[in-house]
């Protein structure tokens, strides 16, 4: 296992659509979403999308676990939404690839979802909560979009002006 370098925004990279994983789940994939995992955790976050380590495949991970409770790693491969709720909540989000950017997103409040898992068995699952804000989230992201791609132009404009000033100022340290 490996801990990846997460992309940040603006890194075009972030903007790709990912593609499906064709031919099922291999242990190459296995690997990734060890490497994902892991990754996650040293951030740490909460969600990961595969392309924020820069591979352009429809994989996710999450652990939703509070501290001191056990971990409980999930797995999502080629996640597909079957159907989401008109209700709609509003979460606090933040993102990994946009850090020390944090707003108010309303989407879904409970979703169905359809995923291949860790060993690339077909599942059916409904999320609702935490769980729907966080894989709504990571799925944005494989489709090229980030949580601030949601917000107002004033708001994005903004956020994306505040990470290329910290983008600067490291680069000058
Ligand atoms: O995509 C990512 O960067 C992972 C996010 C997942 C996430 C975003 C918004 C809301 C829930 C989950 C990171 O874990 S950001 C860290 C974080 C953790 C808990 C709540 C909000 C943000
Ligand atoms: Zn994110």
Request: aromatic share 6%; proline share 5%.
């Amino acid at each position: 296992m490996a801990i990846r370098d997460i992309l940040t925004a603006p890194d075009i990279r972030l903007k790709q659509k990912s593609k499906p994983v064709e031919g099922g789940v291999t242990d190459a994939h296995r690997a990734l979403m060890d490497d994902m995992l892991e990754t996650m955790y040293a951030a740490p976050g909460i969600g990961l999308a595969a392309i924020q380590i820069g591979e352009p495949l429809r994989i996710i991970v999450m652990d939703i676990s509070r501290d001191g409770e056990d971990k409980a790693p999930r797995y999502f491969v080629n996640p597909e939404i079957l159907w989401a709720s008109e209700e709609t909540a509003p979460y606090e989000e933040g993102c990994l690839s946009v850090p020390e950017i944090y707003d108010e997103i309303e989407r879904p409040a409970r979703v169905k979802l359809r995923y291949l898992n860790y060993h690339g068995a077909e599942i059916e699952e409904d999320a609702e909560g935490l769980f729907a804000v966080c894989i709504q989230h990571e799925m944005d992201h494989l489709e090229g979009v980030l949580f601030i791609d949601h917000l107002s132009r004033l708001k994005r404009e903004n956020a994306l002006r505040k990470l290329k000033k910290a983008r600067k100022e490291a680069a000058l340290a």
